[in-house]
């Protein structure tokens, strides 16, 4: 007893004093906090500690995977002190499944990072914008700059009329295609692929769909499906076609609720319908997630499904890699495609001392200049700003999804970060479960959205 | 009771000319399963499986190579093995997030065992006043939602200028409510003799609890310390908040930090396989204790 008492007592005060002595033995200042200690020590410049918080996104200083994923945004950390000497940058990594809360951790607590990176379905410009939290980089701003923006991203940056989002990256969705299984089907020609912009009506996709519909061993159950619609996770691909059909959530000035219109109604009971009408996608979408939905379509289980051109990496490691083109998503009669357009970007979040607020806004404005941007090329997307210069001109696919890029809709994408995830799918389940029809539910999403534009 | 061979037959039993075995004055025992046990045999059989089965097929996947994860129907042979989803781990800050997981877990269990069992102790065998409001005031504690907590409990710790250090870590996880309440029903149990004969024979108070109290309260203590462990182990919010560079993380949080945009499902699976495996060893070592803790405390006096 004795024995057993002297050495918990003696591991416990060891690791006491380990713990003591071991405050923080990190990384933590970065590249450019390290070669601040040797400012300090001459005291001839006087610090400025900036927090920059970023999520995992390229492992690499150039992006290029050979790294850690915080090594690119420690670069340039680095670079910026070489500019700035009173930097001292630190740069922390979040993760993608409790990044937001430990944001709003620190918001809660009054002491946010100076800049965190976000994108508009995380809905962070809307939900910080509206608490007052962030800093507006509208004097930040050249005419330069807004010149360098296409007005999707002009409009993703904005919470009301001021914006609030230094725009880095930009990357949009198309309708990804199995064109194995079109082959397969002879129904290759019931695809937009010889139109310039790929796009297509509402019914052209219910029938190209339904073509691919089908039973590989003769069944009467299909085995492969000619779309997919999902209620778990990602749910802004599921409200799209209200958007083709000519509606919206909200309207152009943001300050009303318009999801209860006839157009985006329509639009999205045709989602509806093509699960529970037409039976071209697989039973229990109220269950499905879109990471089911992705395993379906890498299995060639779906022939169409939503998404963005990073599926293009992963189909190539596919169990069995096929042949994938991407064409527009499908509009309803009379309107022009609109795709989900999605703007990626940092925020400043509220500064005490002027001096310190001009400084972070000039690392800002350092990461998302036209140079660095173009490391967004590792990760699949497009940089925000024009003068990138089209990076994927030898890429056919990347080209294409640049031109579709011109009908992303950021009032759409922006007012997704108006109701939680939770809900938009939640409204979504009870549809395709037939608990609720598509009017009351977009009912119960109009309600949330007036009550947080008011 | 019929057996294949002498040999097989309890040295404390006979056996008889036909090889069955039986007790002196008790004639011949024959077993019998009843129907009814061997149904529940069978269902809790394929219960067990079917719990089982995601955790065969989580290590299975960790050595394969990614794409076999999303495979449908699912990949289950044995062929085709890779190391590269843990050379791909290993690679990474993983040993360093290790030794901090288990720095927090056994600082906490510690820390769960020493100071909340001296709790347990005082609520159990000592009178002092506002003792039952104290004492459910504790209990109340573990109905409190630990995201409740998060914000004022990060805002002390960040005022206390603690933020990414191994204190961040371990002050707020020493004491729980869960072992203080555990601690005091066992403690209840032992007889107030036991405490009067120590005291007669001129135990300090200091004695008493260490010399008498503690080796009778082993089974709770054990339990208080896995559970501790565990809890410690598997945390993930508190060490995302508490934590700033790479280097303090601690290992549910640092792989999670490793995952991309993309899924790398070898690399999850891989990780997943080396988290589980202390807390697997823990269980199979200790799984008596486990049942234990279940019913501690449910039964007053």
Request: some cysteine.
């Amino acid at each position: 007893m004795r024995k057993l008492s002297i050495i918990l007592a003696t591991v416990f005060i060891f690791g006491m004093i380990m713990s003591a002595c071991a405050k923080d033995n990190s990384d933590k200042g970065s590249t450019a906090s390290q070669s601040s200690e040797g400012a300090k020590e001459t005291g001839k410049v006087s610090e400025i500690p900036i927090k920059l918080w970023i999520y995992p996104m390229m492992n690499g200083i150039n992006g290029d995977g050979n790294g850690n994923p915080d090594d690119w945004a420690k670069e340039y950390a680095r670079q910026f002190k070489e500019q700035y000497p009173q930097a001292n940058i630190s740069v922390e990594l979040l993760d993608w499944s409790g990044g937001t809360e430990k944001i709003d951790v620190g918001v809660a607590a009054g002491s946010p990072p100076d800049l965190v990176y976000t994108i508009n379905n995380f809905g962070g410009v809307t939900k910080y914008g509206k608490m007052g939290v962030l800093e507006p980089i509208d004097e930040f701003l050249t005419q330069a700059d807004w010149d360098d923006y296409s007005e999707a991203v002009k409009g993703a940056i904005k919470y009301k009329d001021q914006a609030y989002m230094w725009p880095w990256l930009k990357m949009v969705s198309a309708v990804a295609v199995n064109m194995d299984l079109f082959k397969e089907r002879n129904a290759t020609d019931l695809l937009p692929t010889s139109r310039e912009l790929r796009d297509w009506s509402l019914d052209e996709y219910l029938k190209a769909a339904q073509a691919t519909t089908f039973n590989r061993s003769g069944g009467s159950k299909p085995d492969v499906y000619g779309t997919v619609v999902w209620g778990k996770d990602a749910p802004f691909y599921m409200y799209l076609n209200g958007l083709t059909n000519g509606g919206n959530i909200v309207n152009p000035n943001f300050d009303q609720s318009t999801i209860t219109d006839k157009a985006f109604a329509d639009g999205l009971q045709f989602t509806i319908d093509l699960a529970n009408k037409h039976k071209v996608a697989p039973p229990g979408g109220a269950g499905i997630s879109a990471m089911n939905a992705k395993e379906m379509f890498l299995n060639q289980q779906i022939a169409m499904m939503p998404d963005a051109p990073f599926l293009l990496e992963e189909v190539k490691k596919a169990p069995k890699p096929f042949e994938i083109a991407f064409v527009a998503p499908p509009h309803g009669e009379g309107q022009e495609t609109a795709a989900w357009n999605n703007v990626g970007g940092f925020i400043v979040f509220k500064q005490k001392e002027e001096e310190k607020k001009k400084l972070v806004m000039e690392f800002a404005r350092f990461i998302t200049n036209a140079e660095n941007s173009k490391i967004v090329k590792q990760i699949g997307t497009f940089p925000a700003r024009n003068s990138s210069g089209n990076l994927y001109s030898d890429d056919p696919v990347m080209t294409y999804f640049d031109a579709l890029s011109n009908y992303g809709n950021s009032v759409f994408s922006r007012a997704f970060g108006l109701v939680s995830v939770g809900d938009w799918e939640k409204e979504i389940q009870a549809i395709l479960t037939g608990g609720k029809t598509v009017g009351e539910s977009l009912d119960s999403l109009d309600k949330l959205i007036k009550e947080k534009l008011q | 009771m019929l057996f294949s061979s002498s040999e097989q037959c309890p040295k404390i039993w006979n056996i008889d000319g036909d090889n069955r075995c039986y007790k002196e004055g008790e004639g011949l025992v024959i077993l019998r399963i009843k129907g009814y046990q061997l149904v529940s045999f069978i269902i809790l059989s394929i219960a067990a499986l079917a719990l089982l089965f995601p955790f065969y097929w989580m290590v299975l996947q960790s050595f394969k190579p990614p794409t076999s994860a999303i495979q449908t129907p699912p990949d289950l042979s044995w062929g085709g093995f890779t190391l590269d989803n843990f050379k791909k781990l290993l690679d990474g800050n993983i040993w360093v997030w290790t030794s901090n997981s288990l720095i927090v877990a056994i600082s906490g269990m510690l820390g769960n065992v020493i100071l909340c069992s001296m709790a347990g102790y005082a609520f159990a065998k000592k009178q002092f006043p506002g003792k039952r409001i104290l004492f459910w005031a504790i209990v109340s504690i573990m109905m409190t939602s630990t995201q409740i907590i998060m914000v004022p409990l990060f805002m002390q710790i960040r005022d206390m200028g603690l933020l990414n250090t191994y204190w961040a870590l371990l002050l707020p996880i020493l004491v729980s409510p869960l072992a203080v309440f555990l601690s005091k029903q066992f403690m209840q149990t032992i007889p107030e003799d036991l405490l009067e004969a120590a005291r007669m024979d001129g135990c300090s108070e200091w004695r008493t609890y260490w010399n008498i109290i503690v080796p009778v309260s082993m089974p709770v203590l054990a339990i208080v310390g896995i559970f501790g462990f565990i809890t410690q182990w598997n945390d993930f919010l508190w060490p995302l908040l508490a934590t700033e560079s790479r280097n303090m993380r601690t290992l549910q949080v640092g792989l999670a930090s490793m995952q991309l945009q993309n899924v790398d499902y070898g690399l999850v699976l891989a990780g997943a396989t080396w988290t589980m495996a202390p807390i697997v060893i823990l269980f199979v070592a200790f799984q008596r204790f486990f049942v234990k803790g279940l019913t501690i405390g449910a039964v007053k006096g």
